[in-house]
């Protein structure tokens, strides 16, 4: 009996895991433009899940007329599972002028975020164009930029006909850069009782000189659809056209004393993660300095390159810096960031230097400095490494003042015996002399005495990782044989110094700039291959020194 409850309970619980695991559409509001003026229309979207209810808008007819709604479902395949969405669409034209609050919509068992519009009041263009069908507004900011400033360019396309085509040219003048910005905006709104759709374009325009610059004015032409014509032929309809006024930019130049690179922004921000890193490292032991810029109002390609100064007792690995752009609000925020691996080189600390960036404020319209604080890391040796050598023992001879001297005692002869003892004993000691000398002819010479022989180390760990081309395994691997083998890895140079062979030696220093971003892993690995093919050849004895003192620095240090 307890077998199928127990079967039952487990296919309920994996059901119940299934279903839960079914992807989802968080509900979400928003809106096409945060503001506009009275008389505009503003599109309201609301997105949730397709089993959802559609949301009651009606609660906004205390503020706003619905000019229109719509509705239109999407199906995505996420991870390889099938979800479903509605999109509502509804125009809003809002009654009154001020910050108009929209509610939170219930969407199924979701509720959408609560929004806010600002609504101004309309604009002199009603007045000067009253009763037109067509017409093109240009609007830029600001009037006087510096050289290389961002400006809005926005272009606006009026029509209160049926147009049956028509095409916008695009604007172009000497001494400036035009980019689009972001997608159309389409909208309405309402001038002299009369209700115009709107064509909204954008652009960024980008100086590249100082002095007055013109824009010469945009045109539109079309055909719209001619109420007094029934017929239908070939080339029906009647031309319209527009032309918007010039424009003119006064380019200020770059201020005196405003730095290089010369950055005019509206924000800026220089971050980095090097409060976040150990207090304390061992040699070899890699750190990750993350660098980030982001500035609204340039482009990517005119933000500065990361870069990180040497450091002393540590080699900089620096890896390939990544960016991005985004339109905000008609203006380009950019962003770059770049990643340092830091391998410290020696015992001791090593410090990582304090860095400033200088910018314009095109808002305060002043210069102002972001700054990195220094940082300092101790680093210890690394673990397992073969301790400093104590200084041996002095091999002086004992003073005589240190060693008690016996008082021979006193031997009373006659002088007759003792001369005869004194020839005796000459005569014993040459003939000694002579016996030995003789027998040192004839030993044969003593062979030469041996070093120990050290054991050689197991290659195997490092001929698998080599195999299966893990550069991470194979560093680990060789600092572990060199440890074996009573190499000293906290010197100078590291891992890279240990070995008695040139191309072992720059297999690991291209195994070290692989690892950090600054050589092609690939290329690394077919020399570490090849150099080790036989296994390692470590340093033997005192040749340490001397091998130091002639290596090159590593290929890739910075």
Known sequence: MKAPVLRRWRSLLLLCLMLASLPTWAARAWLDRDEIELGETVTLNVQGDAGGSEPDFS??????????????????????????STLWAVALSPKAEGVIGIPAFDVGAEKTDPLTLTVKPPSATADAHAGDDVFLEVETTPNDPYVQQQVRFVVRLYYAVTLLEGQLDEPDAQGVEFRR????????????????????????????????????GVRFRGRAVDPSRRGFGFGGGRAISAHSPAQTLNVRPQPDGSGTPWLPAEQLRLLDNRDQLPEQV?????????????????????????TLPPIDGANVYPDQSSSREEDVEGMVRATT????????????????????????????????????????????????????????????????????????????????????????????????????????RRAPAP????????????????????????????DRTLRSLARQQG????????????????????AVARL????????DAS????????AFARGPRFLRGGSRKSQDDGLLPPLYPR
């Open 59 to 84: 609660v906004l007819g205390s503020d706003f007329d619905i000019v229109g709604q719509s509705s239109q479902s999407q199906i995505n395949f996420v991870n390889g599972q099938r979800s479903a």
């Open 181 to 216: 910005s972001g997608n159309d905006r389409n909208y309405q709104k309402v001038m002299s009782n009369r209700r115009y759709n709107v064509v909204e374009r954008r652009y960024l325009v980008l100086p590249e000189r100082s002095g007055e610059v013109t824009i010469p």
């Open 282 to 306: 061992e040699v070899g032991e890699p750190i990750t300095l993350d660098q980030r810029l982001g500035v609204l109002g340039l482009a990517g390609s005119q933000l500065p390159e990361l």
């Open 337 to 440: 960031s770049r990643k340092f691996a830091i391998v410290p080189s020696r015992p001791g600390s090593i410090d990582i230097p304090a860095q400033t960036l200088s910018w314009w404020n095109t808002v305060t319209d002043q210069a102002e400095q972001v700054t990195l604080p220094p940082r300092r890391i101790t680093v210890v040796p690394a673990a397992g490494a073969a301790s400093e050598v104590a200084p041996p023992a002095s091999t002086e001879p004992a003073t005589t003042s240190d060693v008690p001297t016996a008082t021979p005692a006193e031997v009373v002869a006659e002088p007759g015996i003792w001369r005869t003892a004194a020839i005796v004993l000459g005569l014993l000691w040459l003939i000694s002399m002579v016996l030995l000398a003789w027998r040192w």
């Open 447 to 474: 062979a030469p005495v041996s070093a120990p022989a050290q054991a050689e180390p197991d290659t195997l760990p490092l001929k698998q990782a080599l195999k299966a081309g893990d550069l991470q395994a194979i």
């Open 487 to 506: 190499v000293n890895l906290s010197g100078p140079g590291g891992l890279a110094v240990a070995f008695d062979d040139a191309d072992q030696r720059e």
């Open 512 to 519: 070290d700039a692989a690892r950090f971003g600054s050589d």
């Open 523 to 530: 290329e690394a690995l077919v020399a570490l291959r090849s």
